[in-house]
């Protein structure tokens, strides 16, 4: 059963990486808008099946999401350095919320929640915290960012309205 296990994670882990650095790059070099929803949305659902089949949640999670970050470093260097901290954090905290929480469908719901939350916030955040923006300055920056994505452009500050 435990050689079975490991094969197990050890297939989802490599589908994770795949997606990460494949499918992650691809979409980066493309473009693509809303990277992080796409890949985060397959990372959650990857965690989990880790978490479903593991024993060991909290070794298993972790073990992956370092492997992960690893293939994703050398397969698809031109990620930016917020797609590594993006992976980190859906690994830590799907580990610690599985690891902790007896209920499995609770631990999912909260790990999908967060790490997409994470997701959404993530550019907001960094400038404010990282780069010192004020609140209003770092909404201005995240609309802005959001519209020149989507190929649209605005004048309009976001934080006054």
């Known amino acids: 059963m435990k050689r079975e296990e490991n094969n197990i994670i050890m297939r989802l882990t490599a589908l994770w990486a795949l997606s990460e650095s494949g499918l992650g790059g691809a979409m980066h070099a493309f473009k693509i808008p809303f990277t992080g929803f796409f890949l985060g949305g397959f990372a959650i659902l990857i965690v989990c099946l880790i978490a479903f089949h593991s024993t060991h949640k909290w070794k298993s999670i972790i073990q992956a999401t370092l492997l992960v970050i690893l293939i994703?470093?050398?397969?698809?260097?031109?990620?930016?350095?917020?797609?590594?901290?993006?992976?980190?954090?859906?690994?830590?905290?799907?580990?610690?919320?599985?690891?902790?929480?007896?209920?499995?469908?609770?631990?999912?719901?909260?790990?999908?929640?967060?790490?997409?939350?994470?997701?959404?916030?993530?550019?907001?955040?960094?400038?404010?915290?990282?780069?010192?923006?004020?609140?209003?300055?770092?909404?201005?920056?995240?609309?802005?960012?959001?519209?020149?994505?989507?190929?649209?452009?605005?004048?309009?500050?976001?934080?006054?309205w």
Do not use: C, H, N
Request: glycine share 4%; proline share 4%; no cysteine.
């Open 72 to 160: 994703k470093a050398t397969a698809s260097p031109q990620s930016p350095p917020m797609a590594y901290v993006a992976v980190a954090f859906q690994g830590l905290i799907g580990a610690l919320l599985f690891s902790i929480l007896p209920i499995f469908r609770l631990a999912a719901v909260l790990f999908g929640m967060l790490a997409l939350f994470e997701s959404a916030t993530q550019k907001f955040l960094l400038t404010t915290l990282i780069f010192g923006k004020s609140i209003w300055e770092a909404l201005d920056l995240f609309f802005q960012d959001i519209l020149k994505t989507l190929s649209l452009s605005s004048d309009i500050s976001f934080s006054f």
